[in-house]
C-alpha cells in the first residue's frame, strides 16, 4: 500500500510539473515552452493540412519540448488579411495562406503570381529562388514578415462550375468565389465573371444556396472539401497557380534561439518537399474520383483567356514599374535553362 501510496504521489507531481508548463531537459533544467500557432484555410483532407500535420509533429518532437506548434485548420482561426496581421502585429503565430496576402504589404508579390505566367510548378519553384523574389522577402521583413517559404503549391486552379465553361463568354452572369484579394478579383472579372469575396469555408453552404455559381481552385481542393457534391463541372482554365506561403513575424523569429529557428526551417523545406510530391501523385488521382463521382472535365480555349486576362497585368498602380517585364525575363532564363 505505501508503494502504491508513492507511485500515486510521484505522479501527481509529474502532472503538476507539466500543468505548470515546463518540461525537463537532459541535464535536469526546466525547460520553458514556446506555444506558436499555426493558421491555415485548408481543411484536414487537404493535402496540405496533411503535411504540415507532419511538419508540426516532427518540430515539436525535436524541440523536446522547447517548442509547442499548435495545427488550426479548415479557418478555425483568422485566415487570409487577418492572419497576416497576426504576423505582422507580433503574435505568435505562423500563417499558411496564399502569397497574395503578402502582396498587401509589398504589391509586387502579387506580380510574381499574377495569371497564366506558369506551364507548370518547377518555373514557379525557381522564380521563388531568383534574386528578384529574394529581393520581395526582404522587403517583407520591413514590414516585420519573416517568409519561411512561397514554395506550398497546391495546384493549377481552374472553374468548378454549374456549367461548362469554354471560353470567356461562358462566364459571362456566373458569380464566382474568390478569395478577398483584387488580384482574384481582377483576374476573374478580366476573364468574364463577377467575383465574389467571401472565406472559403462559407462556399459550400454559398453554393446549395445559389448565393455563388461556383468557385475557383485546383483538384486537390475541388475533391478535398467535397465541392463536386454541389457543382459538377470542372473547365481547366488553369489561370492562376494554388501556392501558399509559409510566413512568421521577424519578431517573434529573432526570440527563438538558432536551435529552434533551424529545426522550424528545415521541418517547413520537409513538409513543402511532401506537400509537393503528393501533390503531383494525387493530381491524377483525384481527378479520376472527380470523373467516379459524376464530374465532367472540359478543356478551355486557353488563348483566348489568355487574352482576356492580359489588361490584369496594367490594373496595379502600386507594382514597381517595369516589375512585370523583368518576370518574364526571369521566366526566360528559366525556361532556356531547362
Known amino acids: 500500500m505505501k508503494k502504491l501510496l508513492v507511485l500515486l504521489l510521484v505522479l ?10 515546463g518540461e525537463k531537459a537532459a541535464g535536469g533544467e526546466e525547460v520553458k515552452t514556446r506555444v506558436i500557432k499555426v493558421s491555415t484555410k485548408f481543411v484536414d483532407d487537404e493535402q496540405t493540412s496533411k503535411s504540415l500535420k507532419k511538419v508540426v509533429e ?9 517548442l509547442d506548434l499548435q495545427l488550426f485548420t479548415g479557418g478555425i482561426l483568422p485566415i487570409g488579411k487577418d ?21 498587401d504589404y509589398v504589391p509586387d508579390y502579387n506580380a510574381i503570381t499574377g495569371p497564366f505566367l506558369y506551364q507548370n510548378f518547377d518555373q514557379y519553384l525557381a522564380m521563388t529562388q531568383t534574386d528578384l523574389v529574394k529581393g520581395l522577402n526582404a522587403q517583407a521583413a520591413e ?12 495546384g493549377f486552379r481552374s472553374m468548378m ?13 456566373l458569380n464566382i468565389r474568390v478569395p478577398n484579394s483584387q488580384m482574384y478579383t481582377f483576374t476573374l472579372e478580366a ?25 475557383e481552385g485546383s483538384i486537390l481542393t475541388y475533391y478535398g472539401t467535397k465541392q463536386y457534391e454541389n457543382v459538377k463541372e470542372y473547365s481547366l482554365t488553369n489561370h492562376l ?46 481527378l479520376d474520383l472527380l470523373k467516379e463521382n459524376g464530374v ?17 497585368f496594367e490594373k496595379f498602380e502600386k507594382w514597381t514599374p517595369g516589375i512585370y517585364d523583368e518576370i518574364i525575363k526571369e521566366l526566360d532564363k528559366i525556361k532556356a535553362s531547362n
Open 296 to 312: 465532367t472535365v472540359h478543356e478551355v480555349d486557353s488563348q483566348a483567356f489568355m487574352d482576356a486576362a492580359a489588361p490584369v
Open 12 to 21: 501527481a507531481m509529474s502532472l503538476t510539473m507539466i500543468a505548470c508548463g
Open 143 to 154: 514590414h516585420g514578415i519573416k517568409v519561411l517559404s512561397l514554395d506550398w503549391v497546391f
Open 191 to 215: 476573364m468574364g465573371g463577377n467575383p465574389i469575396a467571401m472565406p472559403f469555408p462559407d462556399t459550400y453552404a454559398a453554393i446549395q444556396q445559389g448565393v455563388i455559381d461556383g468557385i
Open 83 to 103: 492572419s497576416m496581421e497576426q504576423v505582422v502585429k507580433g503574435a505568435d503565430w505562423i500563417s499558411v495562406d496564399g502569397v497574395n496576402f503578402l502582396g
Open 241 to 286: 497557380l494554388g501556392v501558399s506561403a509559409v510566413s512568421i513575424s521577424t519578431t517573434v523569429w529573432e526570440s527563438l534561439t538558432e536551435e529552434q529557428r533551424t529545426i522550424i526551417s528545415e521541418e517547413f523545406e520537409k513538409g513543402m518537399q511532401d506537400n509537393l510530391a503528393e501533390t503531383k501523385r494525387l493530381e491524377g488521382e483525384y
Open 161 to 173: 462550375t454549374n456549367k461548362p465553361i469554354i471560353t470567356p463568354a461562358d462566364m459571362d452572369g
Open 58 to 66: 516532427a518540430i515539436n518532437e525535436r524541440s523536446e519540448g522547447s
